[in-house]
Nanobody
Framework: QVQLVESGGGSVQAGESLRLSCAAS????????MGWFRQALGKEREFVAG????????GYADSVKGRFTISRDNAKNTVYLQMNSLKPEDTAVYYC???????????????WGQGTQVTVSS
């Protein structure tokens, strides 16, 4: 089992930035690709960004490319999502997820955090 705990959500104005963190515990952190998903009210959960266990490869949804950056610190068992130039349409609950591979992660995680709310007002 892997336990994931997100933090860093909040309410910001359009154009501002937030950094989400996800602390992992349980099984070896470097065994897993990590990622972020989000779910807006009334919509399905969608993939936002993912990163391989080494950090050597990343993937992003088209809607966040160039604005969001995913990174990880394996020494701290933590994955981050730096979100810049936030838009009202980025408003959602953001979930951290872990899976065996980046390819598998992009279609859904094996382990999930509880989520953190991000609200962007215009």
């Amino acid at each position: 089992q892997v336990q994931l705990v997100e933090s860093g959500g909040g309410s910001v104005q359009a154009g501002e930035s937030l950094r989400l963190s996800c602390a992992a515990s349980g099984r070896t952190f470097t065994n897993y690709a990590m990622g972020w998903f989000r779910q807006a009210l009334g919509k399905e959960r969608e993939f936002v960004a993912g990163i391989t266990w080494s950090g050597g490869r990343t993937g992003y949804a088209d809607s966040v490319k160039g604005r969001f950056t995913i990174s990880r610190d394996n020494a701290k068992n933590t994955v981050y999502l730096q979100m810049n130039s936030l838009k009202p349409e980025d408003t959602a609950v953001y979930y951290c997820a872990a899976s065996d591979s980046l390819a598998r992660l992009s279609s859904g995680g094996d382990y999930w955090g509880q989520g953190t709310q991000v609200t962007v007002s215009s």
